[in-house]
Structure formats: structure tokens, C-alpha cells
């Protein structure tokens, strides 16, 4: 009975004096508060871009009928194999740099997390600086927002994405002065995991888009 009860929890003294077992070591505690609010706010965040998607292509729908899509004038601007390709590679390769400084939390090496972790954010940085640039040398092109429909939906599409991953910077800065506190350890750590779900999101969306203005 004695290593029947250590194996399960220990024993407590319950009503009339007899023993009871508590259990011990296997309560799960389910998926954190953080996770959970980056979880809803994602999936909110997904039916918004799903709606300015289908915003767009019944836009493209209606104006290829009509004319052509794109714009005879806008034909070549929009070039996958410009500045924009670089950017691309950048969000995406800071993607990878995100989840190994989640590994890298998850065994406790906090140097390991504050490296990628600060690569990660450079990459961020660094990306919406080659957008900014991208969009000066569209505009010296001609293109704008007020260059019909085709111009609103490209701004507006790639203007809400980069103000999320403007947020998502934001985010990985906290996590990183806290993490560089020594805030973070392998036990706790939810806002890491959560940042990095919402670091996720953005590079997906950025694919999505990059493959629908530009490769479709």
C-alpha cells in the first residue's frame, strides 16, 4: 500500500481518520492565459486579412473583365524578383531565428534565446525598412494609393500587414529587455511563446500576399 501511495501522490488524513491519496505531479494546467489571448486575437486577426482578401479578388474580378488586371500602366511594377524578394527572405528567415529562440527558452538557454531573439528583431526592423524603401521607388513609379484599384488594394493589403509587423516588433523588443532582465526561464516563459505565434502569423500572411500580388 506504502508504494502504492508514493506512486500516486502522498497520503492526507480525510474525515473519521482515514487516509486518503492526493494526487501529485500529473495536474495539467492547460494552455496559459497569454497563449490563449494570442490564440483569439490571431483568429480575429485572420478573419480581418480574410475579409481584405476578398475585398481584392472581387476587386481583381471586376476590373480584369473590364480591363485587364493589372493596369496596362502598372504592368512590370509590381517585379517578385526586385527589392521585395529580399524582404521576403528576410521576414521568413526571422520566422526560423523566432522558434529557435523558443527552443532555445524551452532548455533554458537564456543566451541562446536573447542571440536569435535579437536577430529576430533586427530581421523585423529590417524588413519593414526594405518596405518602406520598396514603397518610395513605387511611388517614384507612379504608383500610389490613388492609383485606382489597383494601387488601394496593393497599399491597403501590404500597409495593414506592415503596421502587424510593426506591432509584432514592438513585441519582440518587450520580450527581449525582459528576457535580457533575466524575466524568462524554462519553466516560465508564455509570453515568448505567444509573441512568437503571433511572429508566425505575420511571415504567413506575408507568403499568402507576396504570392497573390505578385506571382498570381
Known amino acids: 500500500m506504502t508504494s502504492d501511495v508514493a506512486t500516486l501522490g502522498h497520503e492526507e488524513t480525510g474525515i473519521a481518520g482515514r487516509p486518503v491519496v492526493v494526487q501529485e505531479g500529473h ?3 492547460g494552455i496559459s492565459n497569454p497563449i490563449l489571448g494570442m490564440l483569439l486575437f490571431i ?3 485572420v478573419m480581418f486579412f480574410s475579409g481584405l482578401f476578398a475585398a481584392y479578388f472581387s476587386t481583381r474580378a471586376q476590373n480584369a473583365a473590364n480591363g485587364g488586371w493589372p493596369p496596362k500602366a502598372f504592368e512590370h511594377t509590381l517585379n517578385p524578383l526586385s527589392l521585395i524578394l529580399v524582404a ?3 521576414l521568413i528567415t526571422s520566422s526560423f531565428t523566432c522558434q529557435f529562440a523558443v527552443w532555445s527558452i524551452r532548455r533554458g538557454d537564456r543566451t541562446g534565446f536573447i542571440r536569435n531573439i535579437s536577430i529576430t528583431f ?3 526592423i529590417a ?3 526594405l518596405q518602406a524603401y520598396d514603397y518610395s521607388l513605387l511611388f517614384g ?3 500610389t494609393m490613388g492609383s485606382g484599384p489597383f494601387g488601394t488594394t496593393y497599399f491597403t493589403l501590404t500597409g495593414f500587414h506592415g503596421a502587424h509587423v510593426f506591432g509584432g516588433v514592438l513585441m519582440l523588443g518587450v520580450i527581449l529587455y525582459r528576457g535580457m532582465a533575466g524575466q ?3 519553466k516560465h516563459h508564455d509570453a515568448i511563446e505567444a509573441v512568437s505565434l503571433y511572429w508566425h502569423f505575420v511571415d504567413v500572411v506575408w507568403i ?3 504570392t497573390v500580388l505578385y506571382l498570381l
Open 127 to 129: 524588413f519593414l525598412v
Open 141 to 143: 513609379e507612379g504608383m
Open 122 to 124: 533586427v530581421l523585423g
Open 88 to 90: 521576403t527572405v528576410i
Open 27 to 29: 495536474i495539467s494546467r
Open 184 to 186: 524568462f526561464s524554462a
Open 43 to 45: 483568429t480575429s486577426e
Open 208 to 210: 499568402i500576399l507576396f
